[in-house]
């Protein structure tokens, strides 16, 4: 299973940045795919997961501005991040894991993981 983000770069504060995540070795899987997010000096952060049958969860602090989607083979995975704020400025991953069942929030849970792309948020 390999997994490979893109769409990072350098936005202002309350702009919109798309982040996509294309997944391989998953063709006759069930799967979750989470987003995760490391800022500077900070734990890294589980913001949201989809599952390949299209389920999302968010967490609280992201649920209300961004959005977790997928396309129909649910091989390209993306996260719409819209009023973005400096302090969203991380370095943004997705995981994903085989499984059955609801998608976990834990990052134990996610056995491969992208390279990450960075998003830089100005004021």
């Known amino acids: 299973v390999q997994l490979v983000e893109s769409g990072g770069g350098s936005v202002q504060a309350?702009?919109?940045?798309?982040?996509?995540?294309?997944?391989?070795?998953?063709?006759?899987?069930?799967?979750?795919?989470?987003?995760?997010?490391?800022?500077?000096?900070?734990?890294?952060e589980e913001l949201a997961t989809i599952s390949s049958g299209g389920a999302?969860?968010?967490?609280?602090?992201?649920?209300?501005?961004?959005?977790?989607s997928g396309d129909n083979s649910k091989t390209t995975l993306s996260l719409q991040m819209n009023s973005l704020r400096v302090e969203d400025t991380a370095?943004?991953?997705?995981?994903?894991?085989?499984?059955?069942?609801a998608c976990s929030d834990?990052?134990?849970?996610?056995r491969y993981w992208g390279q990450g792309t960075q998003v830089t948020v100005s004021s």
């Open 14 to 44: 309350g702009g919109s940045q798309r982040l996509s995540c294309t997944i391989s070795g998953v063709t006759g899987t069930q799967y979750c795919v989470a987003w995760f997010r490391q800022a500077p000096g900070k734990e890294r």
């Open 56 to 68: 999302a969860t968010y967490a609280e602090s992201v649920k209300d501005r961004f959005t977790v």
């Open 91 to 101: 370095m943004y991953y997705c995981a994903a894991y085989i499984t059955w069942y």
């Open 106 to 110: 834990r990052e134990a849970a996610y």
